[in-house]
């Protein structure tokens, strides 16, 4: 044994720091470099591994400071090893080499240093650290005052953040998914495949994701047995019959990070970050979302660190890192290592070194009757009090329990201070943890997550037998909330050695800096300091020191600061508390937030199902919200877009023209209480309206201004189809749900978005109902007696395909609407368009429509726009008194109900050659031109070739009682100001008629 490292090395003095085993293939060798220098590993490593066994411990600069830093963990909470990987393109700061698997042409870089990683000149703050302690930031950098944009401000941001990224643009694919389960088993440790065994033999759908890339967790870094075979040997068994059955799937490389409403996880698949360039058609990574009827937390527990004077220095790591580095990735942290513990465990890394043939000084352990374990020497009762080496550890000074000295020489120290449970994911919904006495740690709350389970290590049972025995016992209560059987687990035989701590949080020895934070340099100093300001609890505590705020949420470091914050204050852990978590769990690459969501997709294009139709003859197209919409169908000889959009006015006030209205919100109602909820949401009332029946409808935000308008019509008792503006289409939609199930979740009813199921055409004009009559199936009437205005119907079209039809005009003419599956759009655009021929059918877009809303009066975005009541729309009256509404009763206050309130009314200019000016605002006839005699502002202005004249729509005070009135329309920006008469804004047929014809 002895000779182990002597053996393995001369397989290559590259890697001088490699032991025999361990779970790399050998036969193969990995080349990379880091910050320059090449470096070869094995399949198996990941990143940091590979360094540390060639001899590499500096491997980052700490935050503040930039104090030397090395390993700490050999996992996700590690806070020092943040490195730079890839070049170019593809460049990926802050990852951590402990979860960066090693491949062949990897090429990674320390980061915040300067100009060097063994030489940084920004060192240099190390030595001024007391002028940047807790705090500093509110009270430095306040004077002289003209410093700030010239000095301060440049300097700080040149010395802020970590990694860099390259500013190309990343060339690789990010994707999003959704998945289903009856189970989710979050960690793949021995709980986590006790309970995955238990359901995926049960037949239940199982879906088992854990971070690393290969499934066992801490089995893969233990010597102890499972069922009579290695830990490992174990784990990897169970995952192949795991992977043999049909109803399991297992996702290695998959950060479960966050837990949301009703069973709904995030999860993040790694799918090629293992090689150098992704298979074509791959993605990068993946960010899931995965709808689970159960879940286990299976997620294992993370070592804490004790703190002493100097325990950054590179080589002093967590003594289970030390162990895991051993024992799967066959690599010492240094020939000669000592261990400092205050529990059992400090004892099983030592005694697994030694086995491997390392050097191990001493055991020194905090308790006065510490039994030894390893084959070494064992100082019980004693303390690690201080380090010494510049970039990397030399020297440990340890105080005896006689009160002497004693200097240690060792190139690695592991330090095993007890452990926390990982409680991350059960704080996503403000569950806050719980302290427990008996295993020195905090644990989850129970039920904090709704259909969430805690098993093993995660929930404070440290022994492999104690994880097996509660994985399995979790899988079966969850299935049998489902109503699955899931017959008895055979635990196989395993350690179930009981926790022996006695909790040592710091060391309380000289007046250096005993670290907590590594990442963010939050010492024992700063939580002292924070004390002493009074920033006491644990929410101050965290924001003033920065503490658990870097990448690592400070999952290595809370639970000690809040230890010995407790002290100061004279109160217990439990009664001082901790704080809690937020989704992430782990850091995510922007790009996987974006997913495909980049360039063109970013914005995806939605085209009109009569698009193709209007590419072929002359439309000319305009975004109009996520849409691509006709603005006019040019013709030949047509110069202006005047010309075009005037001539599509008169041939629909004249005969008869088509417009593509699908982009118009379509939310499908339905359910027993549908005419009443539909009561709540729009202001005026919709309970009695008849089956048959279309009514227009005012919805208010809760604060009683105007958010949308639209039409809904009920197609049968229980079942109502409403439209929503364009624009506002998701956002009414989203407001509805949030109505629906937060605010009257008891009530019967059902709501799904169709805005992309039906294709729906405006059919206007006074030949409108004769072109329809070519297409409506005979048996179904649609004569002004038998399909009167404000009628709708479900009707058959072309010989029996299925389709609504619905009486209402946006131009104020006579008008139909008429929808189809949208798969037929494109066939009944086409159908219509051939069927209007003799009536001289004309297609017409978004201006022609927009002159004749303008003509008639009605509003839309641009009156809608945020801050406009039903009293300025002219429509207060529609605000129901008899009936409760979201926003009815905030419309009545006072100041949204002045006298002299802006209107809505038409303009008119006096001159006719001139022309209105949409955002022009209204001045009297005569008085300055300034903000203090503003009466209002235009919102809307076209030409009308109807009128032959320019008119407008928009705001005017006390507009209702100034018609006739000559006022100023002035544009300031524009220098135009002209004279325009208040006119009613509804400037053709106000009375109706042809619309009613």
């Known amino acids: 044994m002895t000779n182990e490292i002597q053996t393995t090395a001369s397989l290559g003095k590259a890697q001088p720091n490699r032991l025999a085993g361990g779970q790399i293939e050998r036969s193969r060798k990995l080349a990379f470099i880091f910050d320059g220098a090449r470096y070869e590993g094995h399949p198996g490593d990941t990143l940091a591994s590979a360094l540390l066994a060639n001899n590499v411990r500096l491997m980052g600069r700490s935050f503040k400071y930039h104090r030397p830093r090395g390993l700490l963990t050999s996992g996700s909470a590690e806070p020092n090893a943040l490195v730079e990987l890839r070049t170019g393109a593809r460049q990926e700061p802050n990852t951590r080499a402990t979860t960066a698997e090693l491949f062949d042409g990897l090429v990674a870089k320390s980061q915040n240093r300067s100009p060097s990683l063994r030489f940084d000149l920004l060192g240099i703050n190390d030595v001024f650290s007391s002028f940047f302690g807790a705090g500093f930031y ?126 709904v996880y995030s999860a993040v698949e790694r799918v090629s970050d293992h090689v150098l360039v992704p298979e074509a058609g791959r993605p990068r990574q993946i960010l899931w979302r995965i709808y689970s009827k159960r879940a286990l937390l299976c997620a294992g527990a993370i070592e804490r660190p004790i703190a002493f004077e100097n325990n950054d220095r590179p080589g002093i790591m967590l003594a289970s890192a030390m162990r895991d580095y051993a024992n799967r990735w066959a690599v010492t942290a240094a020939p000669k290592v000592a261990v400092f513990t205050n529990n059992d465990d400090g004892h099983r890394t030592a005694a697994d070194l030694i086995a491997k043939g390392v050097k191990v000084a001493a055991v020194i352990d905090s308790r006065p009757g510490a039994q030894r374990v390893a084959d070494c020497e064992l100082l019980t009762g004693a303390q690690v009090i201080d380090t010494s080496g510049r970039h990397g550890l030399a020297f440990v000074k340890g105080q005896l329990a006689d009160g002497g000295t004693r200097t240690i020489e060792c190139g690695a120290l592991g330090v095993a201070g007890g452990w926390n449970p990982n409680v991350h994911l059960t704080c996503h919904q403000r569950g806050r943890p719980v302290w427990s006495d008996e295993i020195a740690a905090f644990v989850p709350a129970p039920d904090a997550i709704p259909g969430l389970t ?124 901790t704080t809690m978590f937020r989704p992430p769990y782990s850091p995510v690459p922007m790009g996987t937030f974006g997913g495909r969501a980049r360039g063109k997709d970013f914005h995806p294009i939605r085209k009109t199902p009569s698009h193709k139709w209007a590419e072929e003859n002359g439309g000319v197209f305009v975004e109009t919200g996520n849409w691509l919409r006709t603005q006019w169908f040019a013709q030949p000889g047509e110069a202006h877009w005047r010309e075009s959009v005037d001539r599509e006015v008169r041939a629909v006030r004249d005969s008869v023209g088509l417009c593509d209205v699908t982009t118009l919100g379509k939310v499908d109602i339905q359910g027993t209480d549908a005419a009443a909820f539909l ?95 070519k297409v409506v199936d005979p048996e179904f009437d649609i004569s002004n007696e038998g399909f009167p205005f404000m009628a709708c119907s479900e009707i058959t079209v072309c010989g029996g395909l299925r389709a609504r039809l619905f009486r209402i005009s946006f131009s104020g003419e006579l008008a139909f609407e008429i929808a189809v599956p949208t798969r037929y759009g494109d066939a009944m655009w086409r159908r219509l368009m051939a069927a209007g021929e003799e009536f001289g059918v004309v297609p017409y877009g978004t201006e022609a429509l927009g002159v004749m809303r303008i003509e008639k009066g009605h509003a839309a975005g641009n ?131 042809r619309l009613r014809a």
Request: aromatic share 8%; with cysteine; glycine share 10%.
């Open 679 to 773: 009561n709540l949401i729009y202001a005026n009332g919709f309970a009695k309206l008849g089956v048959g029946k279309v009514r227009y409808g005012l919805m208010l935000r809760e604060d009683g201004i105007a958010k949308d308008d639209g039409t809904t019509a009920r197609l049968s008792e229980n079942h109502f189809v409403m439209t929503t503006t364009t624009a506002n289409a998701v956002p009414v939609y989203r407001h509805m749900e949030f109505v629906r199930q937060c605010l009257f979740p008891d009530m019967d009813v059902q709501l799904i978005s169709t805005t992309e199921a039906w294709a729906q055409y405006a059919v206007a004009g006074p030949n409108s109902r004769k072109l329809l009559e």
């Open 454 to 577: 805690v098993t093993g290590a995660a929930n404070g049972d440290f022994s492999t037998a104690a994880a097996l025995r509660t994985g399995s016992e979790g899988a079966r209560a969850a299935l049998d909330d489902l109503g699955i059987t899931a017959p008895a687990f055979d635990l196989p035989e395993a350690e179930d050695a009981p926790l022996d701590i006695t909790p040592l949080w710091y060391v309380k020895h000289g007046k250096g800096r005993a670290w907590l934070d590594q990442q963010n340099d939050v010492t024992d100093k700063d939580v002292k300091l924070a004390h002493q300001e009074k920033f006491r609890p644990v929410e101050h505590l965290k924001r003033y020191t920065t503490l658990g705020m870097a990448t690592d949420q400070g999952k290595t470091a809370n639970v000690s600061a809040v230890a010995i914050m407790a002290e100061l204050t004279g109160q217990s852990i439990s009664e001082t508390g």
């Open 138 to 263: 509110y009270k430095t950098f306040m004077w002289p005052k003209s410093f700030w944009e010239k000095v301060y401000e440049p300097m700080i941001r040149r010395a802020a953040g970590l990694g860099a990224i390259s500013f190309e643009e990343d060339p690789d694919v990010y994707d999003k998914g959704f998945l289903h389960c009856d189970l989710l088993v979050i960690g793949a440790g021995p709980s986590g495949l006790a309970a995955a065994l238990t359901a995926g033999r049960a037949g239940a759908r199982v879906i088992v994701a854990d971070e690393d890339f290969i499934f066992g967790g801490r089995l893969n870094g233990e010597t102890f047995s499972v069922g009579g075979k290695s830990g490992s040997d174990w784990a990897a068994e169970a995952v192949a019959e795991l992977e043999s059955l049909p109803n399991v799937r297992c996702m290695r490389r998959t950060s479960v990070n966050g837990a949301y409403d009703q069973g």
């Open 863 to 993: 009156e809608l726009n945020g801050t406009t009541t039903a009293l300025n729309l002219g429509m207060g009256r529609m605000v129901s008194k008899k009936k409760d509404s979201i926003g009815s009763t905030m419309s009545e206050r006072e100041g949204m109900n002045l006298p002299d309130a802006l209107r809505l009314v038409g303009f008119k200019p006096v001159d006719s050659s001139q022309k209105v000016t949409a955002g022009a605002h209204l001045m009297t006839r005569s008085g300055p031109v300034d903000a203090a005699n503003d009466q209002g502002y235009i919102t809307s202005a076209c030409y009308s070739p109807i009128l032959n004249s320019s008119i407008g729509l928009g705001f005017l005070k006390d507009g209702a009682n100034r018609m006739g009135e000559i006022v100023r329309v002035a544009s300031p920006l524009t220098n135009l100001t002209i004279e325009a008469e208040v006119v009613n804004p509804v400037f053709i047929d106000p009375e109706g008629e």
